[in-house]
């Protein structure tokens, strides 16, 4: 794992690899609403730039790229990975003073599950948004989910 010391503009950041327990079970990876993994994480910084450079550094990919989302649909610095990407947005998107991430991206298999487990947990206004890239998200608002933007999206190979 990599960590940064408090007075490191990156101290809110660590980064490290998949944690396999040996007591995991397949049950613990079956979701009602058909989540499979975490994609994306949404980060609002001023330090977009320090950040972006640090994964360049790391000889990963950094793009700028249209970004749907609630609250914004503008070019903003995306970060590529393995399995899901960093999304940069302006300190002005925080939900809480200082709290830079602000959001999570969940891949999902099928979109119908997803709004039928909002559906009976109560969340009844749950609209699909058409992606550019041919996927689908919901956007459930941080007064929903206790402080973060979720996404949902379900790939263009899932959709059904």
């Known amino acids: 794992m990599i960590t940064f010391s ?72 995306v970060v590529s990975l393995p399995e899901g990407e960093i999304v940069f947005f302006p300190a002005s998107e925080q939900v809480s003073k200082r709290r830079t991430v602000i959001g999570a991206t969940i891949h999902v298999t099928d979109m119908k599950q997803v709004q039928a487990s909002l559906h009976q947990a109560g969340i009844k206004e749950v609209a699909v948004t058409q992606n550019a890239d041919g ?21 263009e190979a899932s959709t059904h």
């Not at 980064?15 to 994609?39: C, K, M, V, W, Y």
């Open 6 to 77: 408090e007075t490191d503009r990156l101290h809110t950041l660590f980064l490290g690899g998949r944690n396999h327990s040996p007591t995991d079970r397949e049950e613990h990876f079956q979701h009602t609403n058909s989540a499979t993994n975490l994609i994306g994480v949404w980060i609002a910084t001023s330090d977009s730039e320090v950040y972006t450079n640090l994964f360049k550094n790391l000889s990963l990919h950094v793009t700028f790229q249209t970004k749907q989302t609630p609250f914004q649909k503008k070019k903003v610095a």
């Open 135 to 155: 996927t689908q998200s919901v956007f459930l608002p941080p007064s929903r989910t206790h402080g973060l933007w979720l996404e949902f999206r379900q790939t």
